[in-house]
Each structure stands twice: as structure tokens, then as C-alpha cells.
């Protein structure tokens, strides 16, 4: 991240030293057509990112609960998430959670639960989420 600060400042420095050598009319001249490119370049990266990102992305990270967390997403029919016992204390994390794995359609980076964690995406049938048998 810092270099490409160090870059961006160089780059832009570069740039305004052409401009000033160039002189006043010149540096008009070469702006427009600089600012041609920039403009083609912010529109090119705009659209690109409307096609490669879902809008419809779910993310739980860093979510703490005291009972389960279910993400659910393009199911067709039915979905039964039957609510289960008392919540429970919520466990310290044995290790801190990696960073970077979270991302992609459905995230839950991070997350810590007294329950189960659930995610269910694209499912062409029905879900059932039922909790664990309470009798021993």
C-alpha cells in the first residue's frame, strides 16, 4: 500500500514537472488529451467492477452469537430453521481467526457462535435446520 502512495506521488509529481516545462499552451493541450485517457480508463474499471461483484453477497464476519447463525440464499422452496435449546455462552476462539479468508458469495471470517454455522447457497430443493436431539 505504501508503494503504491510513493508511486502515485512520483507519478503525479512527473506529470506536473512535464506539464510546467511544457508551457502554458502546451500543457492545455496535453491535459485534454491526458484527461481523455483517465476518463476511458475510470469507466472501463466502473463497468468492471459492476460485472465481477454480486450485489447479492452475504457476509456474517466477525458476527458473535450466542446461539447458531444460518445464511441462506437462493433456495427454491421451502427453508425450516427450527430454533434450538437455550443459547449458549460463546466460545473464545482457540487461535485468532486468520485474516484473508473471508470473501466470495457468503463469508462468515471470523465469526464466533455458541451454535452451529450454517451456509447454504444455491440449493435447488428445500433446507431443514433442525437443532441437535436434546435428550442424551
Given at each position: 500500500?505504501?508503494?503504491?502512495?510513493?508511486?502515485?506521488?512520483?507519478?503525479?509529481?512527473?506529470?506536473?514537472?512535464?506539464?510546467?516545462?511544457?508551457?502554458?499552451?502546451?500543457?492545455?493541450?496535453?491535459?485534454?488529451?491526458l484527461?481523455?485517457?483517465?476518463?476511458?480508463?475510470g469507466?472501463?474499471?466502473?463497468?468492471?467492477?459492476?460485472?465481477l461483484?454480486?450485489?447479492?453477497?452475504q457476509?456474517?464476519?466477525?458476527?458473535?452469537?450466542?446461539?447458531?447463525?444460518?445464511?441462506?440464499?437462493?433456495?427454491?422452496?421451502d427453508?425450516?430453521?427450527?430454533?434450538?435449546?437455550?443459547?449458549?455462552?460463546?466460545?473464545?476462539?482457540?487461535?485468532?481467526?486468520?485474516?484473508?479468508?473471508?470473501?466470495?458469495?457468503q463469508?462468515?471470517?471470523?465469526?464466533?457462535?455458541?451454535?452451529?454455522?450454517?451456509?447454504?447457497?444455491g440449493?435447488?430443493?428445500?433446507?431443514?435446520i433442525e437443532?441437535?436431539?436434546p435428550?442424551?
Amino acid at each position: 500500500m505504501v508503494l503504491i502512495a510513493v508511486g502515485a506521488v512520483v507519478a503525479l509529481g512527473g506529470l506536473v514537472t512535464f506539464l510546467v516545462l511544457k508551457g502554458l499552451d502546451a500543457a492545455d493541450k496535453w491535459s485534454s488529451v491526458l484527461s481523455l485517457f483517465f476518463t476511458i480508463g475510470g469507466f472501463a474499471l466502473a463497468a468492471t467492477t459492476a460485472f465481477l461483484t454480486r450485489a447479492s453477497a452475504q457476509s456474517a464476519d466477525h458476527a458473535v452469537t450466542g446461539g447458531g447463525l444460518h445464511q441462506v440464499r437462493n433456495v427454491q422452496g421451502d427453508v425450516v430453521i427450527t430454533a434450538g435449546g437455550p443459547a449458549a455462552a460463546v466460545p473464545p476462539p482457540a487461535v485468532p481467526p486468520a485474516d484473508g479468508q473471508g470473501g466470495g458469495t457468503q463469508s462468515a471470517h471470523g465469526a464466533r457462535t455458541g451454535g452451529g454455522l450454517h451456509q447454504v447457497d444455491g440449493v435447488g430443493g428445500s433446507v431443514r435446520i433442525e437443532p441437535p436431539d436434546p435428550t442424551p
